[in-house]
């Protein structure tokens, strides 16, 4: 596969696939679609298992001149973070084309054609972000991801639906406003240096002043921080998730929200280093009011579709403390938090939109509870996504967080004593709504899961047993890229070995 160019291939075949089931009839469509999604997916596994060395560094690199004049380059690549981001968006889509099978063909919706194919649009454009090398094409593809998002939430969904669209285009449309002028910045660096270019190679060569790496930097951090999302600018993000369709909050919360923490590390800490850590104690402190604050107005929700956007709230504000504690520790925990965020997130979604199709209603407390007793393996497998969205030890989350908090202490120790107060709180919410819609002195009637509703959380649930209890195989992935990075920073320690052969775990970090 040395010679083929695979990751534009990887983009190609979502792309392809949402142009040809455009066109197709609505039973067809969906077939169509899960095809290409499963070629897409086979692909990306074909590819790291056979072109992808977990010594590190940018891999399956494509460049090419885009608009000579400006230095744009049509490059593409992929470290540990990006490959992660890749099979997570790529295992989750053929799942939520399963799930949906006819939920866009409810009555007021857009219907299985366009679902399929906006789905399939938004894999391609989500693919190349995570794997954009040059920062032009970065913006636009970024921008691009808009475009099926807004429809997939204004055209399938529920009530209110088009208002919700509208304010996440308003939030994701301003942020991307304040990053071109960040990328506009970088282009004016680069070209008085000497010769124009958005490679991230050359950028990251270039020796940019402080006061203008802060500029930049806040262009960028903004416009991530709306992605991500984090506290003050997350309002979207609950009226998406309460008005969407299930499949379309785990595409937006699991796959595209990635983006955010995925641009900091790649371009904040990457490119902007000093920036960066002058940054730290602010971003640190707004992380840690996203953990508490997501966490507690969580609790207070009656819709259970919002109540679980908000506690993504919470666990996106690991992710950003994870990666602005600048250790090896807080690095691998917070990369391997957006690929067990994704996973158990996305089976807390769909279980939950499940229900909410059963019971006529997403209100807990309309639902009445005592549907465990009708429904025992929807009742354990809400019940599994749930403590793993609390952190479960021997589900993967757990090892995520744990790391991240080891990191916060190291930092701070107040930034550890606040981040640990969101697993009480993250208890109180899961716990709490369990005991409101499924426990109850009354059996309710509610069919079980059938098999094709159990075929997609099965690959969901495996994943959070086997990555809670052998994260290793992510680690040796991530570890790495976060080494790089910290170099980048400026900052070394030693990598963390969770559940290696010998059972160490280092815990020590220092600044050089």
């Known amino acids: 596969m040395n010679d083929l160019p695979v990751l534009t291939i990887l ?60 230095g744009v380059h049509y490059a593409l690549g992929v470290d540990g973070l990006g490959l992660l981001m890749v099979l997570l968006t790529t295992v989750l889509v ?15 919706n857009g219907g ?19 794997t954009a090398t ?20 204004g055209g399938f969904g529920r009530e209110g639906r088009g208002r919700a669209a509208t304010k996440f285009l308003i939030y994701q449309l301003a942020g991307g406003l304040v990053m071109l002028a960040s990328v506009i910045g970088l282009y004016v660096v680069s070209a008085d240096s000497g010769r124009p270019s958005f490679l991230l190679t050359d950028l990251a060569a270039l020796d940019i002043d402080p006061v203008t790496q802060r500029w930049i930097f806040l262009g960028f951090f903004i416009a991530f921080a709306i992605k991500a999302p984090m506290f ?30 995925f641009g900091m590390l790649r371009f904040c800490l990457g490119l902007l280093p000093d920036a960066s850590q002058w940054a730290t104690p602010v971003v640190v402190v707004l992380a840690l009011i996203s953990i508490v604050y997501g966490a507690l107005v969580a609790i207070g929700q009656d819709d259970v579709l919002r109540l679980i956007g908000l506690t993504s709230l919470s666990h996106f504000g690991f992710i950003v403390l994870g990666i602005f504690v600048f250790s090896s520790q807080g690095g691998s925990g917070a990369i391997l938090y957006m690929v067990n965020h994704g996973i158990a997130t996305a089976a807390l979604f769909l279980v939950a939109g499940y229900l909410v199709q059963r019971r006529g209603t997403a209100s807990i407390r309309a639902m009445g509870g005592g549907i465990e007793k009708g429904a025992p393996v929807l009742a354990g497998i809400f019940l599994i996504s749930g403590l793993a969205a609390c952190g479960l030890p021997g589900l993967s989350p757990f090892v995520s967080e744990m790391l991240v908090i080891i990191a916060a202490f190291q930092h701070a120790w107040w930034a550890g004593a606040v981040a640990v107060t969101a697993i009480v709180l993250a ?27 159990v075929g997609t959380l099965a690959p969901l649930m495996l994943a959070l047993v086997l990555f809670g209890f052998f994260p290793m195989p992510l680690l040796d992935v991530i570890n790495p890229n976060v080494e790089d990075t910290l170099t980048q920073v400026g900052v070394t320690d030693e990598p963390p070995t ?14 050089e």
């Not at 997916?41 to 399956?60: F, I, P, R």
């Not at 040059?134 to 939430?153: C, H, N």
């Open 94 to 108: 053929p799942i939520v084309l399963v799930a949906s099978w006819h939920e866009a063909d409810a009555p007021g």
């Open 232 to 261: 003050p600018v997350h309002t979207w993000l609950a009226d998406t998730t309460e008005r969407a369709t299930t499949g379309t909050s785990v595409l937006l919360v699991c796959v595209l929200d990635k983006i955010g923490t």
């Open 112 to 130: 299985s054609r366009a679902f399929v194919a906006w789905v399939l649009a938004l894999e391609a454009m989500s693919l190349a972000v995570f």
């Open 498 to 511: 969770v559940g290696s052969a010998d059972g160490a775990a280092s815990s020590q970090g220092g600044h």
């Open 11 to 70: 983009i190609a075949l979502p792309l392809v696939g949402a142009l040809v089931t455009a066109f197709l009839p609505a039973a067809t469509a969906r077939l169509a679609g899960l095809g290409f999604a499963g070629a897409t997916l086979v692909w990306a596994v074909v590819a790291a298992l056979t072109s992808y060395s977990l010594d590190g560094g940018m891999q399956l690199t494509e460049t090419h001149t885009w608009i000579e004049a400006l």
């Open 427 to 453: 208890a109180i919410y899961v716990l709490w709504l369990y005991q409101r819609t499924m426990t109850g002195p009354e059996q309710v009637e509610v069919k079980d899961l059938d098999r094709r509703e």
């Open 134 to 153: 040059d920062v032009f094409l970065f913006y636009v593809v970024f921008e691009a991801t808009l475009i099926p998002a807004y429809f997939l939430i």
